[in-house]
């Protein structure tokens, strides 16, 4: 699923296509995409002013509102003309006035599509950006030392923080040397100003490198990121860890497949 490196790429894909351009309509191909279809009504006519990230969402901001959208499993976003393999799988068209279209291509089809009068509204059940300002290392600190909760799980939680998912807290983790079922509370400050460093350098490196493609993340015109060459522990159950040749453990934490090297990373419990 495309975490927060991944949408930050096709937003930046996206900015210099179809900022500026005037809706005329959309066509809803599938139709769970949207789930008030009618609420779509008042973005025909409008311009795109803008298109940002929040988390792992992709606004396009309009006069009156924002067009949410989120990519979900397999969603992608592009303006060029879809292949004969590519049309069965797009789920919504935006037809703009110039002539220019923007295709939502979801080959899962979890992806979904919705307005918002007030995108304030919406950030608010979002964490704080990791990236952005609020997020230093005494926040982290803070935080963390409130609450107790699995630290991997809470940080997937987007009411939380905003934007990582499963790659990218297990690399984070791993870089800090927390074991993911460690308590929140009980992680010392050292760990987690470690842990906040590597959480910003790790999705700074990842846009860097226009986001990881390990089954399907693609963005603009086909084109595929290439951080899934600077993983250290995602993927790599049973080979050797890189700092230390203890073998790298896949387990599950809260459902998700998790990967941990069981030398390197503390158990804070
Ligand atoms: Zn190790």
Same mark, same amino acid.
């Given at each position: !699923?495309p975490?927060?490196?991944e949408v930050?790429?096709v937003?930046r894909?996206l900015q210099? #296509?179809i900022t500026g351009e ?6 809803i191909q599938?139709p769970?995409?949207v789930?008030?279809?009618? %609420?779509?009504?008042?973005?025909e006519?409008q311009?795109?002013r %803008?298109v940002e990230r ?7 901001n ?6 949410v959208i989120?990519?979900? !499993? ?8 879809p #292949?004969?393999?590519q ?6 068209v935006f ?16 992806g979904?599509?919705?307005?918002t009068?007030? %995108? %304030? #509204?919406?950030?608010?059940?979002l ?7 609020v997020?230093?290392?005494?926040w982290l600190k803070t935080r963390?030392?409130s609450?107790?909760?699995q630290?991997?799980p809470l940080l997937?939680d987007?009411?939380?923080l905003?934007?990582?998912g499963n ?13 993911p079922?460690?308590?929140s509370?009980k992680?010392p400050g050292k760990?987690?100003q470690k ?8 999705l700074?490196d990842a846009i ?10 693609q963005h603009? #015109?086909n084109r595929?990121g290439?951080?899934?060459h600077?993983?250290q522990v995602?993927g790599r159950g049973g080979k050797?860890?890189?700092k ?6 896949k387990m599950?934490v ?5 990967h ?10």
């Open positions: !699923m975490e927060l490196p930050e790429t937003v894909s210099p #296509d005037f809706i005329k309509k959309v066509v599938w769970k995409t789930a008030d279809p009618q %609420s779509l009504k008042i973005v006519n311009p795109i %803008s929040r988390g792992k969402f992709i606004l396009l309009l006069d009156s509102g924002s067009i989120h990519l979900r !499993m397999t969603g992608r976003l592009y303006t060029h003309a #292949d004969e393999t049309a069965p799988y797009v789920t919504a037809h703009f006035s110039s002539g220019k279209r923007l295709h939502f291509q979801d080959t899962r089809k979890f979904r599509i919705y307005f009068p007030d %995108s %304030s #509204d919406f950030s608010r059940h964490g704080p950006e990791p990236l952005g300002p997020f230093t290392a005494q963390l030392n609450r107790q909760r630290i991997k997937l987007q009411t939380f905003a934007g990582l790659i990218y807290v297990d690399e984070a983790l791993y870089l800090a040397g927390i074991h079922v460690s308590l509370h992680i760990p987690i842990l906040h460093r590597a959480i910003r350098k790790l700074g860097e490198a226009q986001g990881t493609t390990i089954i399907n993340f603009g #015109d595929s290439s951080f899934q600077q993983l995602y050797h860890c890189k230390c040749e203890a073998l790298i453990l599950t809260g459902q998700r497949g998790t941990v090297c069981p030398a390197c990373q503390v158990l804070y419990n």
